[in-house]
């Protein structure tokens, strides 16, 4: 399957005064162990007691990929992985991130708050992480619903395709 990647160079976007809309919508990031901690019973809820889970806390304790995600009373809606500096599939600088695995819980979708969550965490990152120089994002030639994400979110047309083999 053809995958499509997009880049956003952050030099290029120097607006990062992102503010949601509704009050009850609380966007996040979670650079650590320690923020993630204190949404546990969300996360638990999101993934369960699982492996995922136990995936994305190691990941969290090593530091080398954060987790975004857009909250509506206590309920993770939205959220995904950002992996910083390495990439299995294309190159990308030191100094790069790509966001990946987005995902919108079932019931909530539609409703822009993949582009929500994605939106405030590039914001989020341009505060918190000043030497990143770049955001990529990927999905494949027949997601449409993320495309459309994807462009909303003015990246433009992709940057570079590759073919992914499903594992
Ligand atoms: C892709 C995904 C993250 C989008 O989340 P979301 O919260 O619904 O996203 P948004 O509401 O911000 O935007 C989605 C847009 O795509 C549209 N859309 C969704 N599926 C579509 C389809 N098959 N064809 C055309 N448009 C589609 C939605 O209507 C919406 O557009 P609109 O606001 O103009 O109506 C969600 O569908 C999901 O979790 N899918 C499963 C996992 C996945 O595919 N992740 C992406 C991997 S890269």
Known sequence: MLQFVYKMNLND?????????ADDIKPDVFYNIFDAIKYLPSLIKRFGVSSELLKLLLKLVL???????LIIN??????GLITFGRCNYYDVGKQDCIIGTVYSEPSYRGKGLATTAIQSCISNLIVNRPLLEAVYIDTSE???GMQKVIDRLGFGQPFHTYERHQS
């Not at 976007?13 to 809309?21: A, I, Y």
Request: aromatic share 12%; net charge positive.
């Open 13 to 21: 976007k120097p607006n990062s005064n992102f503010s949601p809309q």
């Open 63 to 69: 530091k080398r990929d954060a987790f975004y995600c």
């Open 142 to 144: 027949n997601n449409i």
């Open 74 to 79: 206590k309920k993770i809606v939205s959220d």
